[in-house]
Nanobody, 125 residues
Framework: HVQLVESGGGPVQAGGSLRLSCVVSGYTFSRYCMGWFRQAPGKEREGVAGIDSDGSTNYADSGKGRFTISRDNAKNILYLQLNSLQPEDTAMYYC????????????????????WGQGTQVTVS
């Protein structure tokens, strides 16, 4: 069965960095668009970054220049490098998999994603 397991979150001081990982199993990871989302308490889930099967990337304005999404198709791992973190980045971060190879500008619509991980908490103080 399909599993997405995130790790790498934790507490960090403002200005610091974290690298989130999402290990994927149960299907051919390389074929599909993947995304990172986050949800802070009392707020709606929002897209952070997306990466298509060809490696094309898209970012929310809030993370441009600070966050980098990447994928290792040989290891079935999705990454999110978080730099220059700020308190407003505090949230639960989720990885998600679409069943489409390309989402393009639709990457931030959570309804385009079928499989979700359980989340990893990032707390910036």
């Amino acid at each position: 069965h399909v599993q997405l397991v995130e790790s790498g979150g934790g507490p960090v001081q403002a200005g610091g960095s974290l690298r989130l990982s999402c290990v994927v199993s149960g299907y051919t990871f390389s074929r599909y668009c993947m995304g990172w989302f986050r949800q802070a308490p009392g707020k709606e889930r929002e897209g952070v970054a997306g990466i298509d099967s060809d490696g094309s990337t898209n970012y929310a304005d809030s993370g441009k220049g600070r966050f980098t999404i990447s994928r290792d198709n040989a290891k079935n791992i999705l990454y999110l490098q978080l730099n220059s973190l700020q308190p407003e980045d505090t949230a639960m971060y989720y990885c998600a998999s679409s069943t489409y190879p390309y989402l393009g500008m639709g990457w931030s619509d959570s309804f385009e994603y079928t499989y979700w991980g359980q989340g990893t908490q990032v707390t910036v103080s």
